[in-house]
Structure formats: C-alpha cells, structure tokens
C-alpha cells in the first residue's frame, strides 16, 4: 500500500485548541461524509482500497454497492478519465452525523437542494489507463466523494482538481486534501463562500430559499484581493442542460410531463456520464417543484434493489433509472418509457433528434436512439422554443446562453402549473380574524380537487403560458402523483406553522389579567401548560415567529404563575 493510503489517523487536538476551534471532521462532514478510493482487484473485482476518514463507518452493504457504482458496468474500450454521479439508498439505519446544525441547513436551502437524509450521492472521477506494471496491463481506479449533498457541479469541479494529482503523484495526499475540507465554513444558504483546497480558491454561492426563481447567478463575486483568483463556479449544482437535452430537444414538453407526473423512465446511455447527467437533467427540469420521486443517476445489474426494479409481478416504481448495461434492455422492457441515447456529442447544427416509437419496436439487440413509449402528451409543444434555440444553433450562440433558455422555459412551464394549486391552497387559510386567543385555532380546509377544478376557469395557466392543451386532464393525472403529495404536504406543513405562529401573536395582543379573572386554578394551571407546550413547539420546529413575541409569552407564564398560590407555584417551577 502506498504512502497516501498508510496515511496515520490525525493527531488528537490539544485540548485549548479542541475548545477554540471544532473538533476534526466537523466542518468536513458538513459538505461530505467521506472519501472512498476503489480500485480493480483480480480476485475480486471492484474492490474498496480506502475509506477516508478512518472513523467513518459504512455499512458492507454500502460498501458493495459503492464499489460497483464507482466503476463503469458494460465494456467500455475508452482509456483516460471519466466522470459520473449516482445516489445509492442508505442502508443498517440512521446515522448520527458529526455535523448537525439542528436542520437550518434545510430550512433555508431550496427544497430541490436540501440535504439527504435516507440517501448518499456518490461523485465519481474514474481512471483507465496502460500500466504494463499491473497484471492486467490497466490501471483502473476510482476516487469518490460521498456527499448528503446534492452539489454536482462543485464535487465534480472538486475532483477534477484533486483525482489527477492522487491518481499521478499520490501527493499530496487525500488527508491534506481532507484536512483542507475540515477548514471550509460551512454551507449556509445565501452566502458566497471562498473554498480553498491544493492552492486554488474554489468560489460559490449556496442558493437560499428566499432567491427568485430563474434570476442568474451572479458570475463575479467580491474577489477580496484573492490571489491567485478564484475559480468562480455560476452554480454548485445546474448542469449544461441544452447539452444534456441536445438529442431529445423537440421532446422537451413529453419529458416534462413524465417527470411532473412521476412516470417510471428508464435512461439507457452508452456511458454512465451521459446515464447521471441526463437524469439529473430530467429531474431538475420541475424546479422549484421539488422532484418527490426516486431517482438513480446511474444503477448497475449489481444493485441491490435490482430484483425490486426489474420484477414484473407488480408495476414498475416511481423512479428515473439511468442504465448503461445493454442487458437492461431485456429486463426493463415492461416498463412503460424508455429513452435510449447516443454519446453527447456538441456541434454546429441541430443535434440529430431521436424519435418517440412504439414499445413493441424496442429491439433485444442494437436498439437504435428513440423514446419508447405509448405516452401522448396533454399540453401541445412550443414550437417558438425549438426556433429560439435553433436560432440560438445558427447564431454560435454559447451552450450557456441556450441552456438560461431552456432553463426559463421550464420555470415558466411548471409556475404556469403550480401557481393555480398555489392559489387554491392560500384560500384554505382560515381568516386572521378567525384566530383568538384562548382557542385552538381553526383548521385548515380540506383540499378538495373539484373546487379546484373549478377554479381554472378564471384562473388557470391560461393566464401566464401560451401552451394549448389538455390542462385539466394533467392536473387529473398530477394528482395521483407523488409529486403532488410531496407539494401539499409541504405547503400543508408551512400553513400549519403560520396558523400557529399567528395564534402566539393574537395571546401576546391579549389581556391576560381580564380573561383569568373569572377562572378556576385549574384552568388558569391548564392555559400555562399549553403556553409552555407551544414556546417548546414554537423553538423547536422555528415557527415564523418574532423573538419578542415569545419572550413575551414567557414572561405572561411568568405573571400567571406569580397569581397563584405558592404551592401551585411551586410544583409548575419544578414541572
């Protein structure tokens, strides 16, 4: 084994330094769990070389699964380097983290980039090379970065640095790379964060919940006097999308369908970047829309959830599988959308588009590029996009510029579809006046879909989307989705926490001395109790609520209990 992987544990810190700064491996283990390198053993195939930090335990399960994910599945001849993502389920239970930051994290970051919570993403930089030292005559390893995050354009840009010098030098080696990582702030959304590692000064900004949807990034930051200058990443997480999409762009409008309505899609690529890109495309293409479904960027004949997703014995799952093995063909072809994809490849024209066919045409051996599918789409495509972009192709324009576009398209598609539910939704609020002091207060009105429907008359997507089309029938199909439950439970859930949050400010405005005038000890012991249940409910689910609202509602438990007498007193003290 090599110096970098015989790397000693790091050093106990001494204790004046431990209460100073945060113990080793906090800061890292808020943007990655750990580093893992897989390597090509003959006996054993894939094989785990190292886990980085020593400490960080994965499961064997884990392990397995990471160490087949991290290698491409099918023949591949290419030599040289590649790069892919995948999101593996977490298996053996949850896990205590050696970051937690009582989830404010999730509570500001955009649901479509909140931290995981029962699934790893895994980023992979792969290499293949002639080694006439090794018995196979190749070199095949693997660097990966395991990540709660879903930062692909970061980790990516991450390992184009750090993997070459491993794979080439094995210096410095990955604990200094690590250690560097364990002295990165950590991501709090809004803020533009300089991420220093191997002598370069990674830039982001960590998008906030608060950011308007569709407004660019910002493409130059303070640059502090930064020597040597940063490398500005737009975005830690939006992809090429106009490269990713190239061959599939006249299709746009079915794609977003299927991923609105969380149809099951099978990715079949000749390479596992193609395979993770696109269906991280796919899946991005609802934002803000949190896509609810399951989602594997690139899944392999090893998996252990393969028996799950290729039974035929009961309807495939709600998920978007990206594949490379040409034997999934045969085992996915009951499912009811597949899209088989060429290489990217950028050129001066229109990229050849594939053609929807017939699932019956979808052939065992050479299946040739093509949507197979029997989905007719309910909204009628936009023309004036594919022109624009067409245009946009003739004029050189950049891929960036043509994937802002795209990118504008969809977020209008899916507010155009989301706004009318938004809408809706708000007149299920009870009124401010509705909410009084001493009374629980009212409940949210049940969602009910005719109302709804009957709402889109006067104020459905006709109003901000030119698409023609069978809107009601896609709102039908919506929801039976669970992309549709993951949106109302959300919004069900934040509705919730302003009803309370309201009905804490209406006790604060309330005369509490006139109302325990004419009440028992038992009733004045009763409103103290459920006073103190909704400052604890209040902390720890961070209702909307002003501080001083609830330190006034502390200090009224204060004067109630004063009222009492010193017996009662005492016992709610101590309680």
Sequence with gaps: MDALCRA???????????????????RFSAWLDCVCVVTFDLELGQAMELVYPYDFRLTEKEKTSICYLSFPDSYSGGLGDTQFSFRLR?????????????????????????RESAHYFGYVYFRQVKDSSMKRGYFQKSLVLVSRLPYVNLFQSLLQLIAPEYFDKLEPCLEAVCNEIDQWPPPVPGQTLNLPVMGVVIQVRIPSRVDKPGSSPV?????????????????????????????????????????????????????????????????SCLAPLRYCCDYRPYFTIHDSEFKEYTTRTQAPPNIVVGVTNPFFIKTL???????????????????????????????????????????????????????????????????????????????????????????????????????TPWKNPPQIRPFRQEDFMK??????????????????????????SPNFDGWYRQRHREMTQKLEALH????????????????????????????REKLVRARCQHLPVKEETLQRISLYIETIIGSLPEDLQAVLHHH
């Excluded at 000693?8 to 906090?26: C, G, I, Q, Y």
């Excluded at 977490?90 to 509570?107: F, K, M, T």
């Excluded at 405005?509 to 006073?531: F, H």
């Design 504 to 531: 804490l400010e209406a006790i604060c405005e309330a005369n509490i001395v006139a109302w325990m005038k004419d009440k028992s000890e038992v009733e004045i012991v009763d409103l103290v109790l459920k006073l």
């Design 90 to 114: 977490q298996s053996g239970g949850q896990r205590a983290a050696h970051y937690e930051d009582g989830g404010d994290y999730n509570r500001e970051a955009p649901l479509t980039l909140q």
């Design 455 to 480: 709402t889109l008359e006067h104020a459905g997507p006709q109003l901000t989307c030119v698409l023609k089309g069978d809107w009601l029938g896609l709102y039908k199909r919506f929801f039976k």
């Design 219 to 283: 493409k130059q930051f303070n640059q502090e006097n930064l020597l040597p200058a940063p490398l500005v990443l737009p975005s830690i997480h939006e992809l090429d999308l106009f490269r990713c999409f190239q061959p599939v762009l006249i299709h746009i409008q079915m794609l977003w369908e299927l991923m609105l309505l969380g149809e099951p899609v099978v990715v079949m690529a000749p390479s596992p970047t193609v395979s993770s890109e696109l269906v991280l495309a796919l899946t």
């Design 333 to 435: 072809q009951h499912w009811p959308h597949i899209l088989r994809v060429g290489e990217l490849r950028m050129s001066g024209d229109l990229p050849k588009q594939v053609k929807v066919k017939k699932l019956a045409k979808l052939k065992t051996l050479d299946t040739k590029p093509g949507i197979y599918t029997s989905y007719k789409t309910f909204l009628h495509k936009d023309k004036t996009l594919i022109k624009r972009l067409l245009k946009g192709i003739q004029r050189k324009r950049p891929s960036e510029v043509q994937s802002a576009l795209l990118r504008r398209h969809l977020l209008e598609l899916t507010q155009s579809f989301i706004i009318p539910l938004e809408h809706y939704m708000a007149s299920l609020m009870p009124l401010q006046r509705a909410i």
């Design 8 to 26: 000693e544990p790091r050093p106990r810190r001494p204790a004046a330094a431990a209460a100073s700064s945060p113990l080793p491996w906090v």
